[in-house]
């Protein structure tokens, strides 16, 4: 507004000649302090010192009104309790003996002159510094989940026949959506170093014959090449069915089949895989299958609640994941107040002397873990959150004081903390259990491990796990960095 206010008036004999000046032109008007239309990004740090100057005038002009209206009801308290004037001389010894009222005021502290006013201009201030210092740490994300390289990235590795799309047309709506295994080549070298690790657990004194690895060379992504001991036999995963029920949670969100905000479900799925708990884990399944856990059944109406419950088995073994069962929950479950299976659980479970148990192979949890990673696993996105709740810190600060950590004993702990770890734990009374995805900051070693071990030998020692792992880790860092080209 201050362009032309040294602008000479107009006259109508002398024509009209464009002003020349030296001063900024009017597009300079802007504040250099503010951002342009550029789309320059603004300071964060300008603009919290602006935020907090604001609230600085704001609490200090507050003060000083509350002050001046302190001092005017003070005044007026002195004159309301002063004497009536009257002729006669003020009394001397009342003057000299007791001091005056403002004396009295001079003596009190700054605390004491605080009301409930400034009180909460101060509290408002603390909070609004306190909301401004610590909006870098609440803003900051952690690190992407590294994702394996393909040849044909977010797509299956075998394309599929015309006769697999026709067989696709009479599957459930409620299935996994890669239907084909990943396309793996066996690798010699890979075989050997299992072989050496089946040969730590025996030098351990522990049985062979309940032993189970996968592993799988994800560090070329030319050829990923994989190899196994009992790697196709069925073993109790003990909370490892919690992956699978990770992702069949998230099928069944993205199909519409969970009708609920993701939200809701939050705090469930964090517990369920980073602590393994199984109260959460209790309801992401009935959530799953819509079904609930309580008194026996008969009938036409325990028929029903089976079919939903072994939906879930059907969900993967439409894929290809061949006689996985992964229907029963897993005890003790603290808020329905069962150290065991009751009920229609226990029904589910069937004869008592053979149990109808969980059983996954060690194929099957590293394939989960394979098309998560490759973020084929029912989505991109839903891969990467699934990633995200995989994902641990191998720092020794971060899991030795935590009793419920899953890395002491088990293949994490071993490891350097400074390497990308994501991982899904069993353990019970009887067995030992993990599937984990390892990569290291440079490259040179990206691997998938799978280890069940379905014998209470493997659960009372805590030295198998971390020595295999190491061995593997090891041998496959030695070798040079496999080029993409």
């Known amino acids: 507004m201050q362009v032309d206010r040294r602008r000479p008036p107009i006259r109508p004999q002398r024509p009209i000649q464009p002003r020349q000046s030296s001063s900024r032109p009017v597009q300079s008007r802007q504040s250099s302090s503010r951002p342009v239309a550029s789309g320059r990004p603004i300071d964060f740090w300008q603009k919290s010192v602006s935020i907090l100057k604001i609230i600085y005038v704001y609490l200090r002009s507050s003060a000083l009104y509350l002050r001046s209206l302190y001092r005017e009801k003070m005044d007026a308290r002195s004159l309301t309790q002063s004497p009536p004037q009257s002729s006669q001389r003020p009394v001397r010894r009342r003057q000299s003996s007791q001091p005056p009222v403002q004396s009295r005021r001079r003596v009190r502290t700054?605390?004491?002159?605080?009301?409930?006013?400034?009180?909460?201009c101060l509290v408002a201030g603390a909070i609004a510094l306190f909301w401004i210092v610590t909006i870098p740490f609440r803003i900051r994300r952690p690190p992407e989940p590294p994702v394996i390289l393909t040849q044909e990235p977010l797509s299956p590795p075998i394309i599929q026949t015309p006769e697999s799309l026709v067989e696709r047309q009479s599957e459930p709506t409620f299935s996994y959506n890669i239907k084909t295994p990943p396309n793996l080549v066996y690798s010699q070298e890979l075989q050997g170093i299992v072989d050496e690790s089946v040969k730590i657990a025996i030098g351990k004194g522990l049985p062979a014959e309940q032993l189970s690895i996968t592993l799988i060379d994800v560090s070329n992504p030319q050829a990923h090449s994989f190899a196994g001991y009992q790697n196709q036999s069925l073993r109790?995963?003990?909370?490892?069915?919690?992956l699978f029920w990770m992702a069949a949670f998230y099928s069944a969100k993205e199909k519409g089949i969970i009708t609920q905000k993701e939200s809701a479900f939050k705090n469930d799925l964090?517990?369920?895989?980073?602590?393994?708990?199984?109260?959460?884990?209790?309801?992401?399944?009935?959530?799953?299958?819509?079904?609930k856990s309580g008194v026996r059944l008969a009938g036409e109406e325990l028929q029903t609640w089976l079919q939903k419950r072994t939906q879930i088995n059907s969900f993967f073994q439409s894929a290809g994941y061949n006689d996985i069962r992964i229907s029963t929950k897993n005890y003790p479950i603290y808020y329905l107040k069962q150290e065991g299976p009751l009920g229609r659980d226990l029904q589910l479970r069937g004869d008592?002397?053979?149990?109808?148990?969980?059983?996954?192979?060690?194929?099957q949890a590293a394939r989960l873990i394979y098309e998560i990673y490759t973020r084929q696993a029912v989505s991109s996105i839903a891969s990467r959150k699934m990633a995200y709740l995989l994902t641990r810190d191998l720092d020794p600060k971060a899991w030795k004081n935590d009793p419920t950590n899953s890395i002491k004993g088990f293949l994490g702990e071993s490891l350097p903390s400074k390497i990308y770890f994501g991982s899904k734990v069993g353990y019970t009374s009887k067995s030992r259990s993990e599937v984990a995805f390892v990569r290291t900051?440079?490259?040179?070693?990206?691997?998938?491990?799978?280890?069940?071990?379905d014998d209470p030998a493997y659960s009372k020692d805590e030295t198998a796990f971390p020595a295999i792992s190491r061995y593997v880790f090891d041998r496959l860092n030695a070798r040079e960095i496999k080029s993409s080209q």
Request: zero cysteines; hydrophobic letters at 45%; a positive charge.
């Open 110 to 120: 700054k605390f004491s002159r605080l009301k409930y006013g400034n009180i909460l």
């Open 236 to 242: 109790f995963p003990a909370s490892v069915a919690k």
């Open 270 to 291: 964090e517990q369920m895989i980073g602590i393994s708990n199984n109260d959460a884990a209790s309801r992401i399944l009935d959530k799953i299958t819509d079904t």
């Open 352 to 363: 008592a002397s053979q149990p109808i148990r969980n059983q996954v192979t060690s194929d």
């Open 441 to 453: 900051l440079d490259d040179r070693a990206i691997y998938i491990l799978a280890v069940f071990a």
